[in-house]
């Protein structure tokens, strides 16, 4: 079903890429969210500017290297709260005007996500609360209905993968996050510094504080329910896993918000491993600052292989066409958690990479599922 919501993706004056494909990729993705959407070539950066003031609904804008069309990211107004601004290129985060946003380095493809995330953040919109002085210390709060008199909501707390680099971000989880409102929980979308600009210290920092930060949360006038901190799950894709994984495991021992279920997303979760084989390319070495061998502490810390028992209740899901070595990971973890003594939930089923945290497929519908039941609670 189509919504009132319009897209329209602006293509900046000189941007390198074929414009037949950005179109065809654009609308593939329409009809997907549901939404009207069309794709406008703007002849140089006057038609951007007069785009951004006259079309309404959700923007998209890949201004390219046109220097006088970059200028308007830092051009405030009312566009800038409906505007993403998207690179093609790895360019790094650059400054944007007011509530716009600025995503970058994913390609062709990362226009799907750059469509996404402009729906989303209308569609469901999201209070952003800062945990830390930097600009990617952030986290977006998506609350439940409110319930006159029942219970105060579980919390989710999302964490976006991506190899740990930093041109993948939280709006990775922005149609998670909206399910898990919809359905009854917090959604706390966690963004934090990623350690090819910022070096590991910072990210597992960050994760900790930005957990932490649930203690912390103002009461909300609108609402006559708080969150309920003794129902917290982590819930981490990919790269994520392994971090939901190690904060599961520090927030046993240590933290003012305790763990109750920590849930990998076809997660990382043996970094020993995984550096051997060689995933992502050198990801994992390039993450920690090195090898096993060279920075030993750093995955005793980081590797939830390394850190079994967790001693946190755990649902470890992956779908069967993901990267082999990820399934195989995976299977050969919750074997090592079980045997050390974790209780450990293992959900693989068909699904790929990204149907782990895609609303609308299968093996999510049953991970809900399993969430549930081990937090005790009931979808609304």
């Known amino acids: 079903m189509m919504s009132d919501l319009t897209v329209t993706v602006i293509v900046g004056p000189g941007l390198r890429a074929d414009p037949d494909l950005?179109?065809?990729?654009?609308?593939?993705?329409?009809?997907?969210?549901?939404?009207?959407?069309r794709v406008e070539i703007a002849a140089d950066a006057a038609a951007v500017a007069a785009s951004l003031e006259q079309i309404p609904g959700a923007l998209v804008v890949l201004p390219g290297d046109d220097p006088a069309t970059r200028e308007l990211l830092i051009s405030d107004g009312p566009h800038a709260a409906r505007t993403v601004w998207y690179d093609l290129t790895r360019t790094g985060p650059v400054p944007v005007a007011g509530d716009a946003v600025h995503l970058y380095g994913r390609g062709v493809w990362g226009l799907c996500w750059a469509i996404r995330h402009a729906v989303h953040r209308l569609r469901r919109p999201a209070r952003r609360f800062r945990y830390g002085p930097d600009p990617e210390q952030w986290a977006e709060l998506r609350l439940p209905r409110p319930r006159p008199g029942g219970d105060p909501p579980p919390v989710a707390v999302l964490l976006h993968g991506g190899f740990w680099r930093s041109q993948w971000a939280?709006?990775?989880?922005?149609?998670?996050?909206?399910?898990?409102?919809?359905?009854?929980?917090?959604?706390?979308?966690?963004?934090?510094?990623?350690?090819?600009?910022?070096?590991?210290?910072?990210?597992?920092?960050?994760?900790?504080?930005?957990?932490?930060?649930?203690?912390?949360?103002?009461?909300?006038?609108?609402?006559?329910?708080?969150?309920?901190?003794?129902?917290?799950?982590?819930?981490?894709?990919?790269?994520?896993?392994?971090?939901?994984?190690?904060?599961?495991?520090?927030?046993?021992?240590?933290?003012?918000?305790?763990?109750?279920?920590?849930?990998?997303?076809?997660?990382?979760?043996?970094?020993?491993?995984?550096?051997?084989?060689?995933?992502?390319?050198?990801a994992v070495a390039a993450a920690l600052g090195g090898t096993p061998e060279q920075v030993p502490a750093q995955y005793a810390a980081a590797d939830p292989a390394a850190r079994l028992p967790l001693r946190v209740p755990q649902l470890i899901v992956q779908g069967r066409q993901d990267d082999p070595d990820l399934v195989d990971l995976n299977r050969r973890y919750a074997e090592s958690a079980r045997s050390?003594?974790?209780?450990?939930?293992?959900?693989?089923?068909?699904?790929?990479?990204f149907s782990v945290i895609d609303p609308a497929a299968p093996i999510w519908h049953t991970t809900f599922a399993r969430l549930a039941e081990q937090l005790e609670v009931k979808s609304q």
């Open 170 to 282: 939280a709006d990775l989880m922005d149609a998670l996050a909206i399910d898990l409102a919809d359905r009854g929980y917090a959604a706390w979308n966690l963004e934090y510094r990623r350690p090819d600009q910022h070096g590991w210290a910072a990210t597992a920092a960050d994760v900790a504080a930005g957990i932490a930060a649930l203690s912390a949360l103002p009461e909300f006038p609108d609402r006559p329910d708080r969150l309920d901190l003794d129902r917290v799950a982590v819930l981490g894709h990919s790269a994520g896993g392994q971090l939901a994984l190690r904060a599961a495991a520090d927030s046993a021992t240590d933290g003012p918000v305790r763990v109750a279920v920590a849930v990998s997303l076809a997660g990382v979760v043996d970094l020993v491993e995984a550096q051997r084989r060689w995933l992502g390319t050198g």
């Open 340 to 353: 050390a003594g974790d209780r450990v939930t293992v959900l693989e089923s068909a699904g790929d990479h």
């Open 22 to 37: 950005l179109r065809e990729t654009a609308e593939a993705e329409f009809p997907q969210l549901g939404v009207v959407g």
